[in-house]
């Protein structure tokens, strides 16, 4: 029994969304989320939708080339690299963006219900936390509402760090007073040690020569032999 013709219509449209939509894929069974899981095993961080499209339709060879599944999938790949590195030229007036935003540019926008390159069970609102039907400018307001709380946060923690290092050198000039003042003291101490030392002198001389027996004087000596002598004499 033949299709009625609205039914043919929309296999006519899915056909057509399909042959916009569908890329080359290089994996087999293997789904999105098990490619997410081996780069996450293997390199220790979260793939962004960039990494997840390479890994899909290139793959590495031994002697380190890549064979990839067509022309087009590399120049789409090497033109979200372009867009996500920045130029090295000073004089382009071009800006860098985010891996996503890349992917977005060069793949198109997601359709309702889909996620290129992050999985059979993500949609737009899981994937982007928005509704089904928000704009691609609500998903740039989110992402600039980010960057803004982020500078925001950056700005903080450079004034706290401004703010530490003035206490560390305020503590760094009140440790080299203690210092200073320490060696004074130190100065005083040494001071009150030598004119110690001299009062327990000068005193300890000062109780000899009190304790010494006082002596004769030498005009008082009597000379008797010679008083003896004259007086032999008269005889």
Known sequence: MPLPQFQLNI???NKANQSHQSMPYRKGRKSHYQLKDDFRLAHDREPNRVVIFKIGICKELPDGT???VDVESRSQYERM???SVTSLDSESESTPISAEEAFVSVVGKDRSGRICCGGSRETRRTWYGIGEGSSSSDYQQQISNIENTLRMEVEELRTE???QDSEMEE???ELEQLRKRESEMDDIRRQMLQMNTFM???QTSQRFAASAPPR???DDHVDTDAEGNDYDDDD
């Open 11 to 13: 296999v006519d449209r």
């Open 66 to 68: 890549e064979q990839w």
């Open 81 to 83: 690299i372009q867009l």
């Open 161 to 163: 760090v401004h703010r």
């Open 171 to 173: 503590m760094w000039r």
């Open 200 to 202: 327990t002198q000068f």
């Open 216 to 218: 004769a004087p030498e």
